[in-house]
Nanobody, 124 residues
Framework: QVQLVESGGGLVQPGGSLKLSCIAS????????MGWFHQAPGKEREGVSC????????YYVDRVKGRFTISRDNSKNAVYLQMNNLKPEDTGVYYC?????????????????WGQGTQVTVSS
């Protein structure tokens, strides 16, 4: 059974940093493309970053480039999202997700299992 458990969210001031963690179970993470998604209050869930299974290539949505870094530790079956220089518009729930079997892209529709999310609030 696939399970994804996020942690690391919290309240931070603008310009601060947080590191989100996602611990996976029920599958071997290094064989699957993983992603982080953000859902702001009242808005749809959108992709933030993705790391490909095949070669570890990382993708970022433009608004977080240079501020967020996705990484994974296959030995811990975990994926992380380091978030620096946080802005109020980064507020929302962050979800970790894994693609469906035989999928390898970073499009939202390719992701089939999701964590419960972790709340990030950026406010002074």
């Amino acid at each position: 059974q696939v399970q994804l458990v996020e942690s690391g969210g919290g309240l931070v001031q603008p310009g601060g940093s947080l590191k989100l963690s996602c611990i996976a179970s029920g599958f071997t993470l290094d064989y699957f493309t993983m992603g982080w998604f953000h859902q702001a209050p009242g808005k749809e869930r959108e992709g933030v970053s993705c790391i490909r299974d095949s070669d570890g290539t990382q993708y970022y949505v433009d608004r977080v480039k240079g501020r967020f870094t996705i990484s994974r530790d296959n030995s811990k079956n975990a994926v992380y999202l380091q978030m620096n220089n946080l802005k109020p518009e980064d507020t929302g729930v962050y979800y970790c997700a894994v693609v469906r079997p035989n999928q390898s892209g970073c499009h939202k529709g390719e992701f089939g299992s999701w964590g419960q999310g972790t709340q990030v609030t950026v406010s002074s």
